[in-house]
């Protein structure tokens, strides 16, 4: 059976993706984040546009494609988000 | 000796749940999660309840100097921390029952509760009990899935506070028995053994948010 994610593991695991694996150094395309990620265009692109609105993504545009990179408070959060899913772990929790 | 561990139980109480409740919400404001908010108020309800209960001794035994600590305070203090214990078995009812539906998020869970005419700490206690034991139990099923070990210390801490609720209420039946004496002291190392993973918590890596600070 397929694990559910809650929305906050998605943006976790699109985080971590523009963070750990990088084609290359002009960040993830939106392409590779549907197929890291696991979702569909149409939720991934609403939630792209929330992460670059909230600073935590920062949206390059190369040779007429968007890119994607992670920027310094998506570190941030991102290490919070590794810290508190430890602490509801505890709790029996999902974040 | 009933006064000395009623008093140590309640201090400790509110300060392990001021202490995790503050790391929920910290955690709510750095990363917006609802579980985590309602954890936050789950371990404030908490820390407020016992809170209540020690500051209700206190008057007695420095004011009021009646003997007995008022009736009502004891109640309330009870019922708050029900509270808390309801939003931490909420939680787990939320995942358990309805992960995938917004409506149910949204308006929420509440159990109906028939109520006596016994006395209503005795219905907070009994409810408190219940909620206690669903949410060790689910905890320890949590384990089963994610292995990770600090579950068990907190299932560990739940079903000590549920049996020590449970004691708490069956002394009545037997008022001048060593039984509240020991739902106390078995509370006590329910909330120790509660607040042993979460002080494991690396909060030293976070950069908390400027509203915070």
């Known amino acids: ?95 | 000796m009933e006064f000395l561990l009623e008093n140590i139980l309640n201090l400790i109480g509110f300060l392990v749940g001021l202490v995790i409740g503050i790391m929920a919400i910290i955690g709510f404001r750095n990363t917006g999660s609802p579980t985590l908010f309602r954890l936050t108020i789950a371990f404030f309800s908490i820390s407020l309840g016992f809170f209540v209960v020690w500051a209700g001794y206190m008057v007695e035994d420095f004011v009021i100097k009646s003997g007995s600590i008022e009736r009502w305070v004891q109640t309330l203090g009870i019922a708050i921390q029900t509270v808390g214990y309801f939003f931490i078995a909420f939680s787990h009812s939320i995942k358990s029952f309805f992960p995938k539906s917004r409506y149910f998020r949204s308006i929420g869970v509440f159990p109906l509760f028939l109520i006596s005419s016994v006395q209503l700490e005795h219905i907070f206690r009994s409810v408190s009990f219940i909620l206690l034991a669903y949410g060790a139990i689910e905890t320890m099923l949590s384990y089963f899935e994610n292995k990770n070990k600090g579950a068990i210390s907190v299932a560990v801490g739940l079903a000590l506070l549920a049996l020590g609720e449970f004691l708490g209420w069956y002394s009545f039946v037997f008022p001048e028995s060593i039984l509240y004496s020991a739902s106390m002291t078995i509370k006590i190392g329910g909330l120790i053994a509660l607040f042993i993973p979460v002080s494991k918590v690396p909060l030293t890596k976070i950069k908390f948010d400027e509203g915070l600070e």
């Open chain 1, 1 to 95: 059976m397929a694990e559910y994610r809650t929305h906050m593991k998605i943006i976790g695991d699109i985080l971590a993706t523009t963070r750990d694996e990088l084609q290359d150094e002009n960040g993830a395309s939106v392409t590779y984040l549907i197929r890291k990620a696991n979702i569909s265009h149409s939720r991934i692109s609403r939630i792209l546009k929330t992460l670059v609105s909230q600073g935590l993504l920062e949206q390059l545009d190369t040779q007429g494609s968007n890119k994607y990179k992670i920027s310094q408070s998506g570190r941030e959060f991102l290490q919070a988000y590794y810290t508190f899913t430890d602490f509801a772990d505890n709790f029996g929790l999902n974040i």
